[in-house]
């Protein structure tokens, strides 16, 4: 007989049967039409699957990919022997008057004292004239019913009413130089601000008298500044050439530059006089960067990269500078002219010169424009 028990067990085991064919039945048409709603996050959208093609350009675009682990793991080995093997003078911009850092061979960098005070100082007030300007620019037609310069201006003329009053606590600067920060600040920067908040608005022309009754002082500034700065590292250099005696002839040097110190830059400049011109693209270089300051790092890797290169372009093409050039950059050169020719134009093109010139790397043709060319002209 069959008691309540073993019925409960059988249409138990019955269910459990049943459930698991419904399961089966459901993984099976799942696996078909569908996956879990958690896994749609990680498989590939529904349609047609990559074709041929695409799969063949991502098989052999790969290559290029698995290159950079092998270029990184060199580069850093190039730059160990590089260190061990040759000096290294790296030159970069800082809001102090610059950076110089000396690479020994095998041994820890030295870094020089940075240009004296007075530079920061001079650089400091000029700065502040300027943007005073950049303060007051923008409300030149709505100043009067446009009050948000007001509380701007406040703020920072109380700044400014405290570095003049702190000029005459400054040690170890000239007598001339002191009257030259404190009539900026005093007779031009203030008296500005002055007469802007107690008239409680300002023109175009007022903006104007103030620009330039201060530029003259502005001028002074800038000069002072660049005098002692030059000064410092010309100093510098003579005793880190003096110091590496013999070597120097061996020694590298970079320095960084943004757009608007590729012309006039301070450092490189500095760093051309001591090392000659044949130096200039061959041991010497200037780094293009996107911002003023750049880490030694960074300098170093990239520094590393263009040296190392150098081998390899000697090794590919016979020619030691090639790889100082874009690689592509010839080829671009004839493609740029077809393209040009065939829309009936010019092409406009940069001078074609040797891969191991020595020409300054920036604009040197003084016909190339027309007008001023220093502050004094101006």
Not at 338 to 348: F, V, Y
Request: one cysteine or more; glycine letters at 6%.
């Amino acid at each position: 007989m069959l008691n309540f028990r073993d019925f409960q067990n059988k249409a138990l085991s019955g269910c459990k049967l049943a459930v698991a064919i419904g399961l089966c039945l459901q993984s099976t048409a799942m696996a078909a039409d569908d996956v879990p709603d958690y896994m749609k996050i990680v498989t590939l959208n529904e349609g047609a699957p990559a074709s041929k093609d695409k799969i063949a350009f991502r098989n052999v675009y790969a290559i290029n990919e698995a290159m950079f682990p092998i270029y990184d793991a060199r580069i850093a080995l190039y730059k160990k022997h590089l260190r061990e093997r040759v000096p290294l003078i790296m030159g970069l911009f800082s809001g102090a008057g610059g950076r110089f850092i000396l690479y020994p061979p095998g041994k820890d960098p030295i870094e020089a004292p940075p240009p004296p005070s007075i530079y920061k100082l001079s650089k400091a007030v000029g700065h502040c004239a300027m943007v005073t300007y950049d303060l007051v620019a923008p409300y030149c037609n709505s100043s009067a019913t446009d009050k948000s310069w007001v509380a701007e201006m406040k703020a920072y003329r109380s700044s400014v009413q405290s570095a003049l009053e702190s000029i005459d606590d400054l040690s170890d600067i000239k007598a001339e130089d002191r009257e030259l920060l404190k009539d900026t600040l005093k007779n031009h920067i203030l008296a500005f601000m002055d007469k802007c908040l107690e008239k409680g608005s300002f023109t175009y022309d007022d903006v104007i008298a103030y620009t330039h009754g201060v530029k003259g002082n502005a001028a002074k500034l800038i000069t002072l500044a660049t005098n002692n700065q030059v000064a410092h590292w010309f100093k510098v250099l003579e005793e880190w050439k003096q110091m590496l005696g013999k070597d120097w002839d061996r020694t590298y040097a970079l320095s960084n530059s943004i757009y608007v110190a590729r012309q006039n830059n301070i450092l490189f400049t500095v760093l051309a006089n001591f090392m000659g011109e044949k130096a200039i693209n061959d041991r010497l270089l200037l780094m293009e960067t996107t911002d003023f300051t750049a880490s030694p790092d960074d300098m170093l890797t990239g520094f590393v990269r263009i040296i190392s290169d150098r081998a390899l372009g000697k090794s590919f093409f016979n020619d030691y500078y090639m790889m100082d050039y874009e690689l592509l950059g010839s080829g671009g050169r004839r493609a740029i002219e077809a393209e040009a020719a065939r829309r009936g134009q010019k092409a406009l093109l940069p001078p074609l010169v040797p891969f191991n010139s020595n020409q300054w790397p920036m604009r040197i043709d003084p016909k190339s424009g027309s007008g001023p060319c220093t502050l004094e002209e101006l």
